[in-house]
């Protein structure tokens, strides 16, 4: 992530954006995943845990799923987040 964020930013918008989108859309869930899996290991009582984490893996799914759309159907993430910061266009 720490590669991949800073090239999204500075190749977006053009098309050799479109690799690394996709790789964005693989690591974030997998990186939110993995850092979860350890919260619930440390905060979630035993008997829970395994629910817990069964739960959280249908939820980073869905992540990756939302994110694969996002790359394939619209702008791709990376212009998907930088929309967050651009000023909307005035319709009249």
């Known amino acids: 992530m720490a590669v991949l964020v800073p090239t999204a930013v500075v190749l977006s918008p053009s098309i050799l954006n479109l690799p690394v989108d996709f790789a964005l859309g693989a690591v ?4 939110m995943y993995i850092g979860c899996v350890h919260i ?3 905060y979630v009582p035993r008997q829970q845990q395994s629910l817990s984490i069964t739960v959280l893996g249908v939820l980073t799914a869905l992540t990756a799923l939302g994110l694969l759309k996002i790359n394939l159907c619209g702008v791709g993430v990376t212009e998907c987040v930088k929309s967050l910061w651009r000023v909307p266009k ?3």
């Open 40 to 42: 619930i290991e440390d």
């Open 28 to 31: 974030l869930p997998a990186h």
């Open 90 to 92: 005035k319709t009249e």
